[in-house]
């Protein structure tokens, strides 16, 4: 399964204006896994996830996306992205969930291009991976925090991308509902083989469902398997945003172990 990287983070700083946000990362992704990068408000993590789309440039160091260097990649439907504005989705928009599924097909086919009947099968076919389908013709603006989050998936899935990519998806769903969405993520995961690299700041429940853990605060301070990080906690050295803070301050940063 991990035989292809996704990504591949190499050396990365980048600073905006005079402040470095990201330093010294060192961070790959291999085909399959199930990423959850955690660390406190402010560590860098949108900011790397901003790298890894090439919305920003590296200051130092280079990236590749599914082996090409990302000034020269330009197969984005590869990679579906869910941002944290995601969750400010303005619910009064009159549209359908199945009109929201199909408006992922823009990017790939132009703006009324995504009407005919195959694209609707699509469609309907991404909400039944995430358990929507019943929800085909119920305006978007009738659903919960959760079920919308749902939606944005299949709008993500519906281009088919081997890598999704989720900056904080849970926020504003209550504690229930995150336990059933992250359950949903981990089959995806299993089932379909995408690879999934997701911020949030729910450390305590995302174990049970990522395959990998990657720790930041400007730099990686530890990215290893669920089990290895559950191992870490054990011996007490779970990397706690206090002490990720410690780490920095003392070395500025830490080399990756693994
Ligand atoms: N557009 C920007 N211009 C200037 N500074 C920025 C910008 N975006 C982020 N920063 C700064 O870069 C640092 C890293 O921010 P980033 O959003 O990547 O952190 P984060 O770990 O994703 O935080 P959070 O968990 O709160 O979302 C912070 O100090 C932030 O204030």
Same mark, same amino acid.
């Given at each position: 399964m991990s035989d292809c990287k996704i990504v591949e983070v190499k050396n990365v700083s980048f600073k905006y204006e005079k402040e470095w946000a990201v330093e010294h990362v060192n961070f790959s992704l291999d085909k399959g896994q199930f990423v959850a990068l955690i660390g406190p408000n402010g560590s860098g993590k949108s900011t790397l996830v901003k790298l890894i789309l090439g919305l920003i440039k590296p200051t130092v160091g280079s990236i590749q996306v599914f082996n090409e260097l990302i000034k020269r990649f $330009? $197969?984005?439907?590869e990679i579906g992205y869910i941002s944290q504005k995601s969750n400010s989705f303005n619910a009064g928009f009159p549209a359908s969930v199945l009109e929201v599924v199909k408006s992922g097909l823009v990017s790939r086919l132009g703006m009324f291009r995504f009407l005919k009947r195959e694209h609707t099968q699509k469609a309907l076919e991404a909400l039944k991976v995430v358990e929507? !389908? !019943?929800?085909?013709? +119920? +305006?978007?603006? !009738? #659903?919960s925090g959760g079920q919308l989050q749902r939606v944005f998936i299949a709008r993500a899935l519906i281009s088919a991308p081997s890598l999704l990519i989720l900056d904080e998806p849970t926020v504003g769903i209550d504690a229930k509902h995150v336990t059933d969405f992250y359950d949903l993520l981990g089959r995806l995961n299993k089932k379909t083989g995408i690879t999934l690299l997701m911020i949030t700041h729910d450390i305590d429940t995302i174990t049970k469902h990522a395959t990998h853990i990657a720790c930041m605060n &400007?730099?990686? +301070?530890f990215h290893g398997t669920s089990d290895e990080y559950n191992q870490y906690n054990e011996q007490? #050295? &779970?990397?706690s945003y206090e002490h990720m803070d410690q780490q920095l301050i003392r070395n500025n940063y830490v080399e990756v172990t693994s």
């Open positions: $330009n $197969n984005w439907q929507m !389908e !019943e929800f085909a013709r +119920s +305006s978007i603006g !009738e #659903l &400007k730099t990686i +301070s007490d #050295l &779970k990397p």
